[in-house]
């Protein structure tokens, strides 16, 4: 028996690779120039990764003394970030303008409001942080407090998602959050920490006075030196068959309820 030839043509596999997101490269800073030129203007950068087989001293020399965190990666990750010539070395953008946490406690006090502050430990996801700010703006919240490494990227994704709350609340990044625990109850503002194994509910504890409230990652929650180091640990009550909620869900529960104390 004769076979005809098919009239459709053969499948071929066609091997691509990741396309790269065009928005997310204008928030890179990307070759070895461009990145010095960055650091020398002083422009807001989160992180800058390297090839680790190459030196880059004098942008290390820089990113040092701005407390700006590097990473060497191998050079297939630069080029799943960008397709274009960065040389090896590329500068992930703030898309803000971090603050003193000094100057802003300062400023809290001299206009005679009483402070309330959120700390947010090692949160790397950036909807999160975006829906977390948006609440935290909304509810009154002074200024948001973040660790200088471990912590999502502002970046527009954190900016959408915050509704624009990002363009008006202050964000102060911090080097070590157990010194900064220490800095804000040596300047009067009590220290909370929200975690499940906390005994006392958030609604028994007063809101009303300077307060610090910190949440933690979702993969493991606060640290335990930051839950040493705080004035209380407090936790939302549940009934539900769920031992957890969303941190953003979370965050906003306990800002409302702080809100609502200060009326």
Known sequence: MAFERSEYPKKRTIHTTKPVDKTREKELAFGTQPVIEALKAGQEIDKIIVFREQSF???????????????????????????????????????????SLHNVL????????????????????VRNFGAIARSAECMGVHAIVVPMRGAAQINSDALKTSSGALSHIPVCRENNLVDTVQYLQDSGVQVIVCTEKAAQILTNVDFTTPTAIIMGSEEDGVAPELIRRANMAIKIPMKGKVASLNVSVAAGMVIYEAARQRG
């Open 57 to 99: 001293a004098e942008i290390l020399q820089m990113a040092i003394e701005r407390d700006i965190p590097v990473q060497r990666v191998p050079m297939e990750k630069l080029n799943q970030i960008t397709r274009k010539n960065h040389q090896g070395v590329i500068a992930f953008m703030s898309a803000i303008r971090y603050v």
């Open 106 to 125: 300062a400023g809290i006090f001299e206009k005679g409001e009483v402070p309330l502050l959120l700390m947010l430990d090692r949160i790397t996801d």
